[in-house]
């Protein structure tokens, strides 16, 4: 067994993001998990599984910030582990400074930088130490919106798959504007443009996801020519970013509430994309739409 037959993934990424969550998760898709590893330690673990004799095939290991001193190395570790051949791919989670910041109050858990000052200071210092590394990332999840079950359903998405560690999933996440652009996001597309079902009486009340409002976005002329083009340049580009070793790739697609236009478009792009990736979509808003109503 050679080492590229393993599937060595790097979690890391902001405290309170996720990590523990998603490391259990991996577990339960069959990956080997060690936490807090002092990144020195990489190599003997991939070389530990190079002997496992092909009982340990894929290889989970979390790296933050808990690592003190010894974090610092990481980006060097990781150019040693390019330079021998050996591929990796990089988990990042994060997540919005107010959630964040809830959390730690929720668990009453202290910050790893907690000598930052207040939590928030030590959430920003944080991220700021963590930033050559996110642009490194192969995939970025934002669990500012993404409870427990949601983060299991991307991760089982992303790597439940066994054998080809490059395969690429593509997220397509609908959202309004109003609420801000998802923090996760690769691509960024406006939809803003397109004829808005909130002016039409009927379809006010109604999402992206009822056929009424679908027909009424995805029949006008501008809509076509829009999915024809931007769908062609996706279908350029994928080739690309499975070739530089991407996963996962989220294209946004907003519009002013993340209720109409964004959803449909979105929905129709998913089917589209299905004929050669595997793709999830996930509707941002719905759920601010569904709260305001209920309320």
Same mark, same amino acid.
């Given at each position: ?11 890391? !990424? ?14 339960? #898709? ?7 590893? @002092? +990144? ?44 021998? !051949? ?12 107010? =959630?964040? $910041? ?8 202290? *910050? ?6 207040? $939590? #928030? ?16 990332? *192969? ?8 409870? @427990? ?23 397509? $996440? ?7 652009? +998802? ?13 808005? @079902? ?22 006008? +002329? ?11 340049? #996706?279908?350029?580009?994928? +080739?690309?970013?499975?070739?530089? !070793?991407?996963? *996962? #790739? $989220? ?13 449909? =478009? ?11 990736? /595997?793709? /999830? =979509? ?7 739409? /569904? ?5």
């Amino acid at each position: 067994m050679e080492d590229r037959d393993i599937r060595l993934v790097i979690v890391t !990424g902001l405290s309170g993001a996720g990590k523990t969550q998603a490391v259990r998760c991996l577990e339960d #898709l069959g990956f080997f998990c060690v936490d807090n590893l @002092p +990144p020195m330690l990489i190599p003997k673990i991939t070389e530990l599984g190079r002997q496992s004799g092909g009982k340990v095939k894929r290889i989970a290991l979390v790296i933050d910030v808990r690592g003190g001193y010894f974090f610092d190395s990481l980006s060097e570790e990781l150019k040693n582990l390019s330079k021998k !051949g050996i591929k990796y791919e990089i988990l990042f989670l994060e997540a919005s400074d107010e =959630v964040l $910041v809830r959390r730690y109050k929720e668990t009453r858990r202290q *910050h790893p930088l907690k000598e930052e000052g207040s $939590v #928030l200071a030590a959430i920003r210092a944080e991220r700021v130490r963590l930033q050559e590394l996110r642009g490194m990332a *192969h995939v970025i999840l934002d669990t500012t919106e993404i409870f @427990p079950r949601g983060l299991k359903e991307n991760l089982t998405e992303i790597f439940g798959v066994s054998g080809n560690s490059l395969r690429l999933t593509v997220t397509i $996440v609908s959202f309004g504007y109003k609420y801000g652009i +998802p923090l996760d996001a690769d691509l960024v597309i406006d939809v803003r443009f397109l004829p808005n @079902p909130n002016y039409v009486e009927e379809l006010k009340p109604l999402t992206g996801l009822d056929a009424a409002v679908a027909s009424f976005v995805l029949s006008a +002329p501008v809509t076509k020519s829009f999915l024809r083009r931007f769908y062609s340049l #996706l279908k350029f580009l994928l +080739p690309y970013y499975v070739e530089e !070793g991407k996963t *996962h #790739l $989220v294209t946004a697609i907003g519009c002013t509430g993340g209720r109409h236009r964004s959803v449909a =478009v979105s929905e129709r792009l998913a089917q589209l994309l299905r004929r050669d990736y /595997q793709v /999830q =979509v996930r509707h941002r808003d719905l759920h601010r739409v /569904q709260a305001v109503e209920s309320a």
